[in-house]
């Protein structure tokens, strides 16, 4: 009979190390910087625990490191913590202490940082992406969290039959990100599917070695994608800014 004793114990320390991986996986940890509403992190923590288990899935992320969600209430104080070039910022993370940090700005704060935690999920995939390349970088947070929200594709301004964001312009005018990173990941994903999204990723947006096409060839594809799925009409002029 004592030969059939290890097994049970075998199947706990099984169990027990499994729980112990998904436990340090799901582990979050949130932080309120001043007199943040504890209603705001109470919507905060709800919004991230509907999402963040699809997204380390998504991204195929078998050792997500624990994350610290922090909230400031003071703008000045939070800008502080960001540096030079705050003013327009909402949210960013801080790679080395695995932190998403975001600015009580505006209610329903969970998707954007839901959007913050998503760069850490890639930053667990590829630690050299965090900004690199920024329109990538963007996108993948753009199309996981939903926010920004995806803009009626009629009223974008930088679509023309002679014009469009090309990869290059979206690195040197890097708000348009925001209005078409959503639409850019959808393409991506449909033609690909998400593995090759997840290699991209890992080849810091490396458009020719990951899906075997030329920058231009994938930009002509988005554009028709667009016209198909999303049924974008070409103005007769454009602008830079979408």
């Known amino acids: 009979m004592r030969r059939f004793s290890i097994v049970p114990l075998l199947l706990s320390c099984f169990f027990s190390s499994t729980l112990l991986a998904e436990e ?3 582990q979050i940890n949130y932080a309120a910087v001043g007199n943040v509403p504890n209603d705001t992190m109470k919507e905060i923590e709800e919004t991230v625990d509907l999402h963040y288990r699809r997204i380390i899935k998504n991204f195929n992320v078998k050792d997500m490191p624990p994350v610290s969600i922090k909230i400031w209430q003071d703008r000045n104080e939070f800008e502080q913590s960001y540096g030079d070039d705050a003013k327009y910022v909402q949210g960013y ?5 695995w932190e998403a940090r975001f600015f009580n700005g505006r209610p329903e704060l969970g998707l954007g940082v839901v959007h913050e935690y998503t760069h850490l999920v890639t930053l667990a995939v590829n ?3 965090n900004n690199n390349p920024r329109w990538l970088w963007e996108a993948t947070a753009i199309y996981e969290s939903g926010r920004p929200p995806v803009p009626d594709i009629s009223k974008l301004k930088c679509f023309s039959a002679n014009s469009y964001p090309t990869i290059e312009s979206l690195e040197q005018h890097p708000f348009n990100i925001y209005k078409v990173g959503y639409f850019l990941t959808d393409f991506i994903i449909s033609k690909w599917g998400h593995d090759k999204l997840v290699e991209l990723v890992k080849s810091n947006g490396n458009i020719n070695l990951t899906l075997k096409v030329t ?3 994938f930009e002509k594809m988005w554009l028709s994608f667009l ?3 999303h049924k974008l009409n070409f103005s007769e002029t454009s602008e830079k800014n979408c």
């Open 215 to 217: 920058v231009k060839d």
């Open 227 to 229: 016209q198909k799925k």
């Open 93 to 97: 993370v801080v790679q080395d202490l």
């Open 127 to 129: 630690p050299t992406f």
């Open 24 to 26: 340090r996986i799901n």
